[in-house]
């Protein structure tokens, strides 16, 4: 074979709006709902400045709430079906900190904070990355329903298979702000269903 034609790395960057918005935020979030606020806010605008789909995760350190990474959903941008928000600000916080285990002994517990439930993909992504805590804006049917996007075959017992990994599940107290968020994306004429069976 050609050996020439075979693609041997792949990569995905941030639009540049992303570093526009962060240079607005503190260093750190104390609170859930900074937190969620910031993951919602980034969301609505991925799909506005047409870089993505309505989806944004930030890796934050539990207890402080430094932000370590923000990542939106840049499958369109970047040709990558897996680049959802979820693996964009897992893989932008492993990056910058240099290693693969967000757990690592010795080194402060990480947070994967995302604008809905993760699908069954980013569930796995987020059980791998070593995050301790997962906050999330809501975990309803609203997302699919809005949206038209088809989250996967999650099992019905996925926060007890995180709690059985130490892995902590948090809620925020407004998922409407969210819902809000999807329901500005499906009623765009144009929006995008990009997963593989393509549902609209
Ligand atoms: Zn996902």
């Not at 928000?85 to 285990?101: K, M, N, P, Y």
Request: net charge negative.
């Amino acid at each position: 074979m050609d050996v020439s034609a075979l693609a041997t790395s792949f990569g995905a960057r941030l639009p540049a709006w992303v570093l526009e918005e962060m240079a607005d935020v503190p260093e750190a979030l104390p609170t859930d709902r900074e937190r969620l606020d910031l993951t919602n806010r980034l969301a609505s605008r991925n799909h506005r400045e047409d870089t993505g789909g309505p989806f944004a995760a930030l890796v934050v350190e539990r207890e402080s709430g430094r932000v370590i990474s923000a990542g939106v959903n840049v499958v369109l941008a970047s040709d990558l079906s897996s680049v959802h928000a979820e693996v964009t600000a897992l893989s932008l916080a492993q990056t910058r900190l240099g290693r693969w285990d967000l757990g690592a002994p010795g080194t402060p517990d990480l947070e994967l904070v995302v604008n809905w439930r993760p699908c069954v993909m980013c569930y796995g992504a987020a059980m791998w990355s070593g995050v301790r805590r997962l906050l999330l804006a809501g975990d309803g049917p609203e997302l699919e329903e809005l949206t038209g996007f088809d989250e996967g075959p999650m099992r019905d017992d996925w926060q007890a298979q995180f709690a059985a990994r130490g892995i902590e599940v948090a809620y925020g107290d407004s998922p409407h702000e969210a819902v809000a968020v999807f329901k500005e994306y499906g009623s765009r004429e144009d929006a995008v269903v990009y997963n593989a069976r393509g549902a609209s």
